[in-house]
């Protein structure tokens, strides 16, 4: 069983800038696909960004050239780093690894004035 621990959400105006970390128990370099996922209230979770071990990436349109993703292999942690922050990316955010479909806990992002 794979544990996880998100660290670095919490409230940011809109232009600010957050990294989300995601601690992993368990080595990420064996997992084929790296992400983070959100979820805003009334929505379904969707992928916002991954990586898969071939070197594919994906972001989601909503998201290009303010967000990117990044792992450290050594320290079994994913990163997210959110730049240019806006109203509609307020959400809780998953760390992902798989497969199988490994979720973190989530954590909350807020962008609000």
């Known amino acids: 069983q794979v544990q996880f621990v998100e660290s670095g959400g919490g409230l940011v105006q809109p232009g600010g800038s957050l990294r989300l970390s995601c601690v992993a128990s368990s080595l990420i370099s064996r997992f084929a696909v790296m992400a983070w996922y959100r979820q805003s209230p009334g929505h379904q979770r969707e992928v916002v960004i991954s990586i898969e071990k071939e070197g594919r990436t994906y972001a989601a349109d909503s998201v290009k050239g303010r967000f990117t993703m990044s792992g450290d292999n050594a320290e079994n942690v994913l990163y997210l780093q959110m730049n240019n922050l806006k109203p509609e990316d307020t959400a809780v955010y998953y760390c992902?690894?798989?497969?199988?479909?490994?979720w973190g806990q989530g954590i909350q992002v807020t962008v609000s004035s």
């Open positions: 992902y690894l798989g497969p199988p479909h490994l």
